[in-house]
């Protein structure tokens, strides 16, 4: 159980486009989502925390008009990054908490190559 | 002070030794910790989860907890080279969202 899912797997776009990845709790329902970066050799960067109906909570230093959120379903958030550029190169990483536990249990990832 | 430290290591250990890794916190308050194993390239995994004090054990690995000191632990007895990763430690603090640390790469040799 607890499986998340997220695609695609590897994307790679021209600088200016927009590309979107998505991000799914397969046997579960997931209220909260959270949406997280990483760069070669270096932690976790938490960027988001997605509720299911409202509004992602961002971290601080994560442009919320860059990164669009959207969690309008149980089991299903959406990360968009809009206008992306090579310095948004990175492997982009959704988790999802069960209801009424702790665990965050983490997607496969996504790693974008913006040329 | 970080909210959650760990070394980032290498720890090195033969094939069949046990590997012991180390966290500690800063908030009191924290309610539930956890133990993600990381594989290059991969998303983490989660291994372990210890909500009270004392010890549990899954397999070859036992979780260490000690709310009285902040410190949190993770045995991997007769590690594997396979069990080569970086283990990251997190924790609740009562939020929704999981505190990371930077986590400690492991290396088992054969």
């Known amino acids: 159980g607890a499986v998340v899912s997220q695609h695609p797997s590897r994307v790679i776009c021209k600088s200016g486009t927009s590309v979107k990845i998505e991000c799914r709790s397969l046997d579960f329902q997931a209220t909260t989502m959270f949406w997280y970066r990483q760069f070669p050799k270096k932690s976790l960067m938490l960027m988001a925390t997605s509720n299911e109906g409202s509004k992602a909570t961002y971290e601080q230093g994560v442009e919320k008009d860059k990164f669009l959120i959207n969690h309008a379903s149980l089991t299903l958030s959406t990360l968009t990054v809009t206008s992306a550029h090579p310095e948004d190169s990175s492997f982009y990483i959704c988790s999802a908490r069960v209801l009424g536990r702790d665990e965050q249990f983490f997607g496969p990832g996504t790693r974008l190559t913006v040329l | 002070q970080k909210e959650v430290e760990q070394n980032s290591g290498p720890l090195s250990v033969p094939e069949g030794a046990i590997a012991s890794l180390n966290c500690t916190y800063s908030?009191?308050?924290?309610?539930?910790f956890f133990w993600y194993r990381q594989y290059s390239g991969k998303s983490p995994e989660l291994i372990m989860s210890i909500y009270s004090n004392g010890d549990k054990e899954d397999g070859r690995f036992t979780a260490q907890l000690n709310k009285a000191s902040q410190y949190v632990s993770l045995l991997i007895r007769d590690s594997q080279p396979s069990d080569s990763a970086t283990y990251l430690c997190?924790?609740?603090?009562?939020?929704?969202?999981?505190?990371f640390g930077t986590g400690t790469r492991l290396l088992v040799s054969p």
């Open positions: 997190a924790v609740n603090t009562g939020f929704q969202k999981l505190v």
């Open positions: 908030d009191r308050g924290s309610q539930s």
